[in-house]
């Protein structure tokens, strides 16, 4: 009775994460205090090893879900003045939607490691599971970061501090938006051709890779004052795109049975990534100065 209450109770998680949405947005929602928590690990789940890793995975997702509406919607370059969040303000919502939920997730999984009887593989994928975990955080404090100097710099006096804060905004749209669509996608190559191009266009974006910053300051187009903002804020972009995609390519990999590591087989090495960005490079010749 014992395995087939555990693979019911795994199949129900399954389908309620899919049927799982983040939260609407609305007014009573951005007034409300009472922090957003954990839907999915509880006592029940935590009996069986295959519904508890379900039950990890599921919360994980959701995390990656509340990472992704808050940066996303934090950080549109059009919004009115009067919803442009400060830090402290970024803060405040990241305590509302994000924080508790991990600290849920933390609080738990050494419950599964310690208490169930988990496969080597199912271990593994509990320790991946906790490291996505923590480049979703990781995302959001580079977030913050970025908010100090993130309008000021969008709005800029300095044709090219417009430009690159404008840069800096278009990428971290598109890398919120290809990475939620590759959530839903099944097909591990074309996921994984999907996340290299992603990672691709970050290689481009980096603006000391491609000397764009060096150029603009070189030639006097940025503003003294402004050289130690970019040189910050290009790290924080460049950290938080890839913290997210390092997230969903980890729960890609990521099933109530382990851990799968086809994606090393099929991601693109060193050489062919140089390769690649090399080419892309070539083809696009200067247009982004």
Request: hydrophobic residues 35%; proline residues 4%; aromatic residues 6%.
């Amino acid at each position: 009775v014992r395995p087939w209450m555990e693979r019911t109770l795994t199949r129900l998680l399954r389908e309620r994460d899919q049927r799982a949405t983040v939260e609407p947005r609305s007014e009573a929602r951005e007034r409300r205090t009472t922090p957003t928590r954990a839907r999915y690990l509880t006592d029940i789940t935590l009996r069986y090893p295959d519904a508890a890793l379900q039950a990890a995975l599921n919360e994980t997702r959701f995390l990656r879900d509340q990472t992704f509406q808050l940066v996303g919607k934090t950080l549109q370059p059009d919004l009115p003045e009067a919803q442009r969040l400060t830090p402290d303000a970024f803060e405040t919502a990241y305590s509302l939607n994000v924080r508790e939920v991990y600290n849920d997730l933390l609080t738990q999984l050494p419950r599964i490691r310690t208490e169930l009887n988990l496969s080597p593989e199912q271990a593994e994928a509990l320790a991946r599971l906790r490291e996505a975990a923590k480049e979703l955080i990781e995302a959001c404090k580079n977030t913050k970061h970025l908010l100090k100097h993130y309008w000021e710099g969008l709005h800029h006096g300095a044709p090219a501090v417009r430009q690159f804060y404008a840069g800096f905004a278009s990428l971290i749209q598109t890398s919120v938006e290809t990475l939620q669509r590759l959530s839903a996608l099944h097909d591990d190559e074309a996921f994984e051709l999907e996340c290299d191009r992603l990672m691709v266009r970050l290689e481009e974006a980096d603006l000391f890779r491609s000397g764009q910053l060096d150029e603009a300051i070189a030639a006097g187009r940025v503003p003294r004052e402004w050289i130690a903002a970019l040189t910050h804020d290009n790290h924080y972009v460049q950290a938080l795109c890839r913290r997210l995609l390092f997230a969903v390519r980890t729960l890609h990999h990521v099933t109530s049975e382990g851990y799968s590591d086809t994606h090393d087989a099929l991601q693109l090495n060193a050489e062919d990534m140089d390769s690649l960005i090399d080419s892309s490079s070539t083809t696009s010749g200067k247009s982004s100065s």
